[in-house]
């Protein structure tokens, strides 16, 4: 009878061994799976994050060959002497200027 008791209670601490392990089995993969959604979540935030600077830099890229363009342009401009067409063109295109019997036509039907 002593047997049958030892073996109850070898089984006993076998079948916690086995809850315990089981136990830390699935925590394990709890927090492996939690890890896998971090990496996973900072991947996807690292991909946007880098989306946004390349098209950031796309748009500064473009805004410095402007810029060029109109150094150049100045550059020019002051070489060859012609500051007094540099002037009225400006003031033609963009402060909307004419000369005092130039009659200028707008064409309203937006093709």
């Known amino acids: 009878m002593t047997d049958d008791i030892e073996m109850a209670k070898n089984k006993m601490r076998k079948n916690k061994k086995l809850l315990k392990s089981e136990r830390r089995r699935k925590a394990l993969c709890v ?4 890890f896998c959604v971090y990496f996973i979540y900072s991947i996807v935030m690292l991909r946007i994050n880098i989306s946004k600077e390349k098209k950031q830099l796309d748009e500064l890229n473009l805004l410095v060959k402007e810029q060029k363009y109109d150094n150049e342009e100045l550059e020019r401009i002051i070489f060859d002497g012609g500051e007094k067409e540099y002037i009225e063109r400006i003031a033609r295109q963009k ?15 937006g093709s």
């Open 31 to 34: 927090v492996l799976a939690a």
């Open 95 to 109: 402060l909307g200027y004419a000369a005092i019997d130039e009659k200028i036509f707008v064409d309203l039907s």
